[in-house]
């Protein structure tokens, strides 16, 4: 291995880049445009469910419950009162309301006699996590109107729960929404970058001077991921910057072990890339490809969404197969937890090996001549 | 007859990429179908362990409530330290702790249960703390007194999914997302192929009028992408992610054309800004993302910053998306739709027009 070899593929590169006006900007502003959509967008947090209510019993126990929830601004938007059920039903059917509640007549007089009493809760199931969030708040909601009326009347409940979130006290999900998304950054935008690297000489044909001249396969992987990981550090310090700075999520963790990590990481999805970069004969299978692994992985099956822990067998065995669980691991263990090196060190091993794995690959299926 | 050819010409070269046809077929069953069915967004096996200082038949009958498929016992933790061990690791979501004397302070005065929530899984935790809550609060009443109390009880009607399923959600969001990816790539792909071999010297000197350059390639695209909607739709959303198609089937196909065919017009527009292949990488991704985003596929409108939602009528995707939902899961008919449509065609008409000028100064 030559280091000058590597070094000038390493410049031309470089001079390709610069030379570029518009991939100058653009390769640095993808990742800081995700982060922003989706830091400011992917609400995960459930708030605003607009809701509306018809009250068919119009006593003090019914608008006491009313009360309840219309004071509840943090979870539902109350929209008004409806003097039918059926207003309601198509409130959702038109997309207006997602949330109704329905309380019918003798609703207080069941309840003075002493019998259980329904209420009607109507819910949009076309967001199925908001469906089932928002009928968790509404049924605390009830049962804090059960509890503070039983109280009054017979006795106390002899129950108490304390309930406590660690890691992130106030339960913000905004928090985990934002630096999850490193990892799952890292894993898309290094890897789309690299899987062009290749394909575009042989797309344009200048892979033959690569494949007439005295370099070695190793040399010349090496010098494109060397230039591939120095655009992607830039990227990684951005959207850190980003999600410290201007997101405020608190960095509890080692910043020099985390910096580490990302450069591993880095690693192994530009090798990633490369591998892909290696197969594929056209630059628009790269991307697509490239896109294809890493969106559903990242998005799906590293946990950023459900935790890998409670996956079917299969998923969670899918899960093990890709570095972005691993990542994301490490990212939600240094932010949040601020765990040490114990902990993170078999993730860390894991990447590693990813890294190995697909850098061997991409040597092995890596040709210098016509196939 | 020039304008045939120009089609056989765009569908053959489609054709012959070998790995593209394998993508675009892989995108539109396999991708789908695995986003389908090993996400669910429901509590379901939620790990907890307990630690109990009590280990009376109370404590034990309490933690037994906790059952599948929304929650699986891992063990008794015996130690302090282990609490903060198994969360550390994500080896579970809570930890239940119970005091000594759980089951004294139980029938005497008020006993204290402890929820120790994995913060770090945000939704999740909030969710097993719900349910926990609800499920032990509902223990306590009916140990209270034997008959029944006079409670409000809440019976819960969800419409359009009563299950909650969110394989219906998943299925149906992946194969949104999917296309608009396609929509934008392939033309933009495509015509930057051509400027990038070369080609495109060849067409700007025939005969070829700009409009016809841009309808032929459009209308390739949006065939290949229509046909790979078609496939997903028999294929894998029907019969495999058992997804109700409530509504009208050709309703949804009208919709469908009209956004894959104005909104590829748009991928044409980065195509024709874009010199070589990395710019559009880049430039659809920054497209792509807002688009997406806006549409409200991912989170619903109302959950967005106020100063967002009005720009989200700018998105086109936001009124098919609204059809699709509408269509499939509610069985929604025309005459709740033609806002939409009527938005759809006035933004594609836009997008169309953009991109012809675009296209003709390259000419």
Same mark, same amino acid.
């Given at each position: 291995?030559?280091?000058?070899?590597?070094?000038?593929?390493y #410049?031309?590169?470089?001079?390709?880049?610069?030379?570029?006006? #518009?991939s100058?900007?653009?390769?640095?502003?993808?990742?800081t445009?995700?982060m922003?959509?989706?830091?400011?967008?992917?609400a995960?947090?459930?708030?605003? %469910?607009p809701?509306?209510?018809v009250?068919?019993?119009?006593?003090?126990?019914?608008?006491?419950?009313?009360?309840?929830?219309?004071e509840?601004?943090e979870?539902f938007?109350?929209?008004?009162?409806?003097?039918?059920?059926?207003?309601?039903?198509?409130?959702?059917?038109?997309?207006k309301?997602?949330?109704?509640?329905v309380?019918?007549?003798?609703?207080?007089?069941?309840?003075?006699r002493? =019998?259980?009493?329904?209420v009607? !809760?109507l819910?949009?199931g076309?967001?199925?996590?908001?469906?089932s !969030?928002?009928k968790?708040?509404?049924?605390?909601?009830?049962?804090? =109107?059960?509890?503070?009326?039983l109280?009054k009347?017979? +006795?106390?409940?002899?129950?108490?729960?304390e309930?406590?979130?660690?890691?992130n006290e106030?339960l913000k999900?905004r928090?985990i929404? !934002?630096?999850?998304?490193i990892?799952i950054?890292?894993?898309?935008?290094?890897?789309?970058?690299?899987?062009l690297?290749? !394909?575009?000489?042989?797309?344009?044909g200048?892979?033959?001077?690569?494949?007439?001249?005295?370099?070695?396969?190793?040399?010349?992987?090496?010098?494109?991921?060397?230039?591939a990981?120095?655009?992607?550090?830039?990227?990684?310090?951005?959207i850190?910057?980003?999600?410290?700075?201007?997101?405020?999520?608190?960095?509890?963790?080692?910043?020099f072990?985390?910096?580490?990590?990302?450069?591993?990481?880095i690693?192994?999805?530009?090798?990633?890339g490369l591998l892909?970069?290696?197969? %594929?004969?056209?630059q628009?299978?790269?991307?697509?490809?490239?896109?294809?692994?890493?969106?559903?992985?990242?998005f799906?099956y590293?946990?950023?969404?459900?935790?890998v822990s409670?996956?079917? +067998?299969?998923?969670?065995?899918?899960?093990?197969?890709?570095p972005?669980?691993?990542?994301?691991?490490i990212?939600k263990?240094?932010?949040?937890?601020?765990?040490g090196?114990?902990?993170?060190?078999?993730?860390?091993?894991?990447?590693?090996?990813?890294?190995?794995?697909? =850098?061997?690959?991409?040597?092995?299926f890596?040709?210098?001549?016509?196939? | 007859?020039?304008?045939?050819?120009?089609?056989?010409?765009?569908?053959?070269?489609?054709?012959?990429?070998? $790995?593209?046809?394998?993508?675009?077929?892989?995108?539109?069953?396999?991708?789908?179908?695995?986003?389908?069915?090993?996400?669910?967004?429901?509590?379901?096996?939620?790990?907890? /362990?307990?630690?109990?200082?009590?280990?009376?038949?109370?404590?034990?009958?309490?933690?037994?409530q906790?059952v599948?498929p929304?929650f699986?016992?891992e063990?008794?933790l015996?130690?302090?330290?282990?609490?903060d061990t198994?969360?550390?690791?994500?080896?579970?979501?809570?930890?239940?702790?119970l005091?000594?004397?759980?089951?004294?302070?139980?029938?005497?005065y008020?006993?204290?249960i402890q929820?120790?929530?994995?913060?770090?899984?945000?939704l999740m $935790?909030?969710?097993?703390?719900?349910?926990?809550?609800?499920?032990?609060?509902?223990?306590a009443?009916?140990?209270?007194?034997?008959?029944?109390?006079?409670l409000?009880?809440?019976?819960?009607?969800?419409?359009?999914?009563?299950?909650?399923?969110s394989?219906y959600f998943?299925?149906?969001?992946?194969?949104?997302?999917?296309?608009?990816?396609?929509?934008?790539?392939?033309?933009?792909?495509?015509?930057?192929?051509?400027?990038?071999?070369?080609?495109?010297?060849?067409l700007?000197i025939?005969?070829?009028?700009?409009?016809?350059?841009?309808?032929?390639?459009?209308?390739?695209?949006a065939?290949i992408?229509?046909?790979?909607v078609?496939l997903?739709?028999?294929?894998i959303?029907?019969?495999?992610?058992?997804?109700?198609?409530c509504?009208?089937f050709?309703?949804?196909?009208?919709?469908?054309?009209?956004?894959?065919?104005t909104?590829?017009? /748009?991928?044409?527009?980065?195509?024709?800004?874009?010199?070589n292949?990395?710019?559009?990488?880049q430039?659809?991704?920054i497209?792509?993302?807002?688009?997406?985003?806006?549409?409200?596929?991912?989170?619903?409108?109302?959950?967005?910053?106020?100063?967002?939602?009005?720009?989200t009528?700018?998105?086109?995707?936001?009124?098919y998306?609204d059809?699709?939902?509408?269509?499939?899961?509610k069985?929604v008919g025309l005459?709740?739709?033609?806002?939409?449509?009527?938005?759809?065609?006035?933004?594609?008409?836009?997008?169309?027009?953009?991109?012809?000028?675009?296209?003709?100064?390259?000419f």
């Amino acid at each position: 291995m030559r280091f000058r070899q590597i070094k000038s593929i390493y #410049i031309r590169e470089w001079k390709e880049f610069y030379r570029d006006k #518009i991939s100058r900007v653009v390769v640095f502003a993808m990742p800081t445009i995700i982060m922003l959509i989706f830091g400011y967008g992917l609400a995960l947090d459930i708030e605003n %469910v607009p809701m509306a209510i018809v009250n068919q019993d119009k006593t003090p126990a019914s608008r006491e419950l009313c009360y309840k929830f219309m004071e509840n601004r943090e979870y539902f938007d109350f929209k008004g009162f409806l003097p039918k059920a059926k207003g309601l039903e198509h409130g959702i059917l038109a997309g207006k309301l997602r949330f109704g509640l329905v309380i019918p007549p003798k609703f207080e007089q069941r309840l003075k006699r002493g =019998f259980p009493s329904e209420v009607q !809760v109507l819910i949009d199931g076309s967001f199925p996590t908001r469906a089932s !969030v928002s009928k968790t708040y509404a049924l605390s909601i009830i049962n804090g =109107f059960n509890l503070e009326r039983l109280s009054k009347t017979i +006795k106390k409940l002899p129950l108490e729960i304390e309930t406590r979130y660690w890691f992130n006290e106030n339960l913000k999900q905004r928090n985990i929404t !934002v630096c999850g998304l490193i990892p799952i950054i890292l894993s898309i935008s290094p890897t789309i970058f690299a899987s062009l690297l290749i !394909v575009k000489e042989k797309e344009r044909g200048s892979i033959y001077n690569i494949w007439t001249s005295a370099i070695t396969k190793i040399e010349f992987l090496l010098g494109k991921q060397v230039f591939a990981v120095t655009i992607s550090m830039v990227n990684f310090f951005i959207i850190f910057l980003l999600s410290i700075l201007l997101f405020q999520v608190p960095f509890k963790g080692n910043f020099f072990l985390f910096l580490f990590c990302s450069f591993i990481y880095i690693l192994a999805s530009t090798a990633q890339g490369l591998l892909i970069s290696c197969f %594929v004969n056209t630059q628009v299978v790269a991307l697509l490809g490239s896109l294809l692994i890493n969106i559903i992985i990242g998005f799906l099956y590293s946990g950023y969404l459900v935790p890998v822990s409670s996956m079917s +067998k299969d998923a969670y065995f899918f899960a093990h197969l890709f570095p972005p669980y691993y990542g994301l691991s490490i990212t939600k263990a240094l932010f949040l937890k601020a765990a040490g090196l114990k902990i993170i060190l078999p993730h860390i091993l894991a990447i590693l090996i990813f890294y190995l794995a697909y =850098f061997g690959l991409a040597i092995h299926f890596f040709k210098k001549r016509e196939t | 007859m020039r304008f045939l050819s120009l089609l056989k010409k765009e569908f053959l070269q489609f054709i012959r990429n070998k $790995g593209l046809v394998i993508l675009v077929i892989y995108f539109f069953t396999l991708d789908i179908y695995l986003a389908g069915v090993g996400i669910d967004l429901s509590l379901k096996n939620a790990k907890f /362990f307990v630690y109990d200082r009590d280990m009376s038949v109370a404590s034990r009958e309490i933690v037994s409530q906790l059952v599948s498929p929304w929650f699986l016992f891992e063990g008794y933790l015996q130690d302090d330290d282990l609490i903060d061990t198994v969360l550390l690791k994500d080896q579970a979501m809570g930890v239940v702790c119970l005091p000594h004397n759980f089951s004294k302070h139980l029938k005497k005065y008020r006993a204290k249960i402890q929820l120790l929530i994995n913060g770090s899984e945000a939704l999740m $935790g909030y969710l097993f703390s719900g349910y926990a809550s609800q499920i032990f609060i509902n223990y306590a009443l009916e140990g209270m007194q034997k008959q029944r109390l006079p409670l409000a009880e809440a019976k819960t009607r969800v419409f359009f999914n009563p299950n909650m399923n969110s394989r219906y959600f998943m299925g149906i969001s992946e194969l949104l997302t999917v296309m608009v990816m396609l929509v934008f790539i392939l033309p933009a792909a495509a015509l930057v192929r051509e400027k990038e071999l070369g080609n495109i010297e060849m067409l700007l000197i025939s005969p070829l009028r700009p409009f016809q350059f841009m309808l032929a390639k459009v209308m390739v695209m949006a065939g290949i992408i229509i046909i790979g909607v078609i496939l997903s739709v028999f294929l894998i959303i029907k019969p495999i992610l058992h997804v109700p198609f409530c509504g009208s089937f050709l309703l949804f196909l009208l919709f469908t054309l009209i956004f894959v065919f104005t909104t590829s017009a /748009f991928g044409l527009f980065i195509g024709a800004v874009s010199k070589n292949m990395l710019q559009v990488s880049q430039l659809s991704a920054i497209v792509l993302m807002p688009t997406l985003f806006l549409s409200g596929s991912w989170t619903p409108i109302e959950a967005m910053p106020d100063w967002l939602r009005p720009l989200t009528y700018l998105s086109p995707l936001k009124y098919y998306i609204d059809a699709s939902y509408s269509i499939i899961l509610k069985g929604v008919g025309l005459s709740y739709l033609w806002p939409n449509l009527l938005g759809l065609t006035f933004l594609g008409s836009v997008l169309f027009i953009l991109t012809g000028y675009k296209l003709r100064r390259l000419f």
